[in-house]
C-alpha cells in the first residue's frame, strides 16, 4: 500500500530510492469526501520510457479507494505476458517492483560493453530479487554459456567458477531455451533434466530471454529450499529478462558490429599489405633484372671506354681525337642510365666520394631539360666546396626532380635552379622551382610515398627515389609551404666537404714504378681492356677469369719469387669464385696482399667501404684510363 498523506499520494518520486531520479511528475487527488459525487478521480499515469532499450514502458497507476479511503496502485510493464503482468498488478507491494525495476533498468543504461551488462545484469538480479543464485546464460551457436553470474559460481569480479556450456534441448536451461517458456520448479530432486552445478540447489528458476521473437539467453536461478521461488519471482525475473533482453541485443549487436567492421580494416590492411608485398617483390624482381643488365652493360662500356682511351693515346689520335672524344662522353652517359636504372629499381647504399655539387647540378639539370621548351634559371653560389656524395645518385635526384618540374608545368614554363649555403652552414641547400600548379594541400603529405602518383603515366617512385637517397646521404628533400603558383623542392644536403683522397689529381701525382698486377675479371672483353690500359701504363699484367684461378696464380707468383704488387678482382664471377671470397681466402694466406675492387653493381656496399672486405681501392665500372692511373697509384703507394 501507498502511503498516506492527509489524504494525498505521494508524488512517485518519494518512492524512489534516495538520490534516484523522478519517474514522472506529482500528481494529486482529491480527498475521500470530494468523491461523493460518485465520480472517482483521475488516477494519476505515472510513465517511464526507456529509450535507450527500446520501447519498453514502465507505469504506475494510482489511486484513491473511495470506499475505503485507502490509495490503490499497480505496476504495469510492457512486453510481457498478460499473465505476468497480472502477477505484478497482484502484488502485495507493486511500489517495491517499481523502485526494483527502475533500479534495474538505471544501472542497466550505465553499462556500454557485453561483458559489462551481462554481469551487471546478473548481479543486480541476484541482489534485488535477493536470490542466492543467479547465472546469465547467452545463446551462442555451440550451446548455452555461462556469462556472468551472481553468488556461489561468482568468486572474484567477472570471473566465473568452473564454467559450463549446455546443449540446447539438454537440462532445465536447455529446454527453456529451446520452447521459450519460463519454468519454476519446486524440488529439482524429482526432475531428471536437473543438472548439477557450482550450487547445488533444491528448486529452480530459469526464465527465457526474449527479443523480437527471438531467443537470446536464459536467466537460471536456484535456491537452497524446497519451492524456493514463488509466483512473485518468477513475475519479477521475467520483467527484469524482459527489461534486459533488448539491451543484451542492441550491445551484442554493436559489438558484433563492430568486430565485422574490424575484420573489414583487417582484411582490407591486409590486401594493401599483400599489394605491398606484391609491389616489393615486382621491384626486387627488377632490382635483380637491372642490376644483372648494369653489371653486363658496364663490362662492355669498360672494355669500349677503355680502348678509346687506349686509341687517344695513339699517334695517329690527333686526325680523330674529337670523335674519339665525343665517343667517350656518350659511353659515360650510357653508363648513368645503367646507374639510374639501378638506383631507381632498388637504389643502394651510396659510393661516396668529392664533386663539385655545381658542376654535378648543372650537367644532371641541363640533360634532364632537354627536348622541352622549358627556360632555365640557374644561380650556384661560388662560395660551394666539395662534397661527400655520390655522384650518380644526387644526379638521378636532380633529375627526377626537373622532370617532376616539367611535367607538371606541361613541359612550357620557367624552371628556378638555385644551390646555395644558408647561414650557419650545416647544410647546403638545391631548390628546385616551378610555374605549374602547385601541390593540393590535402595530397603534400602523401608525395614522397612510394607508388603514389596523381599522373596517369607516372609510376610514383620519382620523388620516392629521390627522398630515399637523399636521406641515404644524410640530408632531407622537403616540399616547400605554398604561398602561391607553383611547387618548390628543396634539397638540404651535409655541407662538410668530402675527403680529398691523397693525390687526387694525376698530374700531381709521382711516378709510379712498373708493378706486377693480377687482373681477376669473367668479362672477356673487359679484362681485355683492363689488362691493355695497366700495361699502357707501363705495368706487367697477367689475368684469370675465376676466383680460384687467381688465388692459384698469386700463390705460384709468390712461390717463384716474382709475387703480384696488386690484384684488381672484379666481384661477381658467375658459376665461379668471385672477389669478394677471393680476397678473404688471399688474406688469410698473405695479410699484406693489395687489391682494388672493380665492379659493375655500382650499388654494391663493398664499394662504398672496400676497407672493410679487404681491399685498399675501388673502381666503378665503366672507368677510364685516368680513374685507374689514379686509383692504382693510390694503392701501390699505400
Known sequence: MYPRDKGRLRCVNQLMPQGGESVGQSSECKRAGDCASGRPPEPPDLRLTYSAIGDRDVRLKGGMDCENNNPSAEVVLGGISPEHEELLAQLSKPENALRC??????????????????????????????????????????????????????????????????????????????????????????????IVDEFAGLSELAIPIIFEDQIIGVLDSESSRLDGFTAEDEALATAVASIAAPRIATARAAEECSRAEQALLNIEQEHLQREEQLRAERLESLGVLAGGIAHDFNNLLTAIIGNLCLAQLEPTAAENGELLAEAERACERASKLTQQLLTFSKGGTPVKESADLGELLEESVQFALRGFNVALELEVDAGLETLALDRDQVSHVFHNLVLNAVQAMGGVGQLKVEARLPAGGAEVLVSFTDEGPGVPEELRGR?????????????????????SIVRRHGGRLVLEPGDGGGACFSVYLPAAAGEVRQGQQVSELRPVAPAHILVLDDDDAARTAI????????????????????????????????????????????????????????????????????????????????????????????????????????????
Not at 170 to 191: F, K, N, Q, S, Y
Not at 447 to 467: C, D, H, K, Q, V
Not at 543 to 563: D, M, T
Request: proline residues 5%; charged residues 25%; contains cysteine.
Open 531 to 638: 689488362v691493355r690500359m695497366l700495361e699502357s701504363l707501363g705495368h706487367r699484367v697477367e689475368s684469370v677469369p675465376e676466383g680460384s684461378l687467381c688465388i692459384e696464380a698469386f700463390e705460384q707468383a709468390f712461390r717463384g719469387h716474382n709475387p703480384f704488387d696488386l690484384v684488381v678482382m672484379d666481384l661477381a664471377i658467375p658459376g665461379g669464385l668471385g672477389g669478394r671470397e677471393a680476397i678473404r681466402r688471399l688474406r688469410a694466406i698473405h695479410p699484406g696482399v693489395r687489391a682494388i675492387v672493380a665492379s659493375g653493381y655500382a650499388d654494391d656496399p663493398i664499394l662504398s667501404q672496400p676497407e672493410h672486405f679487404g681491399f685498399m681501392g675501388r673502381l666503378r665500372k665503366p672507368f677510364r684510363l685516368i680513374e685507374l692511373e689514379r686509383e692504382v697509384g693510390l694503392v701501390l703507394r699505400g
Open 447 to 467: 608525395i614522397f610515398e612510394p607508388y603514389f602518383t596523381t599522373r596517369e603515366e607516372g609510376n610514383g617512385m620519382g620523388l620516392a627515389s629521390a627522398y
Open 101 to 194: 525495476l527502475s533500479c534495474f533498468s538505471r544501472s542497466m543504461l550505465r553499462q556500454n560493453t557485453v561483458e559489462d551488462l551481462v554481469w551487471d545484469i546478473a548481479g543486480q538480479a541476484g541482489r534485488l530479487l535477493r536470490f542466492e543464485d543467479c547465472v546469465l546464460y547467452l545463446c551462442e551457436p555451440h550451446g548455452l554459456v555461462q556469462a556472468a553470474a551472481f553468488g556461489v559460481k561468482n568468486p572474484r569480479r567477472h570471473e566465473i567458477q568452473s564454467p559450463i556450456v549446455i546443449a540446447y534441448g539438454d537440462g532445465i536451461v536447455g529446454t527453456v531455451a529451446v520452447t521459450g517458456r519460463a519454468e519454476r520448479i519446486g524440488d529439482v530432486r524429482l526432475d531428471p533434466r536437473y
